[in-house]
């Protein structure tokens, strides 16, 4: 089956840089459609509410949540994906606490901001192919003339040193970054990018930013790594990388009928 789409999101780069076999399945074969966890309908749910806070489009935010992370967990189970109740009931405890922090930490972290815009759609030209980036980011905060990119990710206690610097995981930033400044016609050193860390079991500092730095090194080394993924995608190379198979990984095509 050929390649197709008109575009190419981060979520899509990310799997093909796994393995490109995975993604061939994946993303063109469809034989390993994504449909989710307790991780991923906790995520939506959060992401949500984060969207209608920063736009004041909610009085209620524990039940923007509560809605939310209801109709993600019946999609689940629709879709007979296995649950753990307790690590369901552990959510729905986890997200009034971690809420109340949301516009506090960046009142502290920006000082006094402004909110430029959330789920901010990308859809631009990627130059030298007939393809676009594809892409939403999740708040981008003005201070000054200064623009700055936040991408909120759910976690149970916070990530290490490695998560934090992993190539990646910040490429993800570089590369919203890029197309955001191509899409505003915006300066890139006028726009940084930070991770805002929803924090599930931390017993304080439940909601954390830092910043992920994305200079033009960084940024030609992220766009250098989608050309090669469109190159090879759209040649047909599929080539297995076997690292990857178990953890931390843990390839869902692993040791079934599609990948001997």
Known sequence: MAYNKPHISFSELKDWNKCAYYHKKSWIDKVVPFIGSEHTAFGTAMHEVCEKKLLKESNDDIEVFNLSFEKEIEKL???????????????????????????????????????????????????????????????????????????????????????????????????????????????????????????????????????VTSGNKKTNNALKLLNQAIYNIKKGVTIKNRLNCTKPFECKLYKTKHCR
Not at 96 to 111: A, M, T, V
């Open 77 to 211: 189970l629709i879709n007979n994906i296995d649950l753990s109740q307790k690590l369901v009931d552990e959510m729905v405890e986890a997200a009034p606490k971690i809420i109340p922090e949301l516009e506090p930490s960046l009142g502290k972290y920006f000082g006094d901001y402004e909110v430029f815009a959330c789920e901010d759609y990308l859809y631009e030209n990627i130059e030298g192919h007939d393809l676009k980036f594809k892409g939403y980011i999740d708040v981008v905060i003005r201070v000054g003339d200064k623009y700055h990119i936040v991408d909120y990710k759910t976690t149970s206690w916070g990530w290490d040193s490695r998560r934090r610097t992993e190539r990646i995981v910040t490429y993800q930033l570089t590369l919203y970054k890029h197309f955001f400044c191509l899409k505003y016609g915006i300066d890139p050193a006028n726009v940084e990018n930070h991770f805002a860390l929803l924090k599930r079991t931390a017993k304080k500092n439940r909601v954390e930013l830092f910043r």
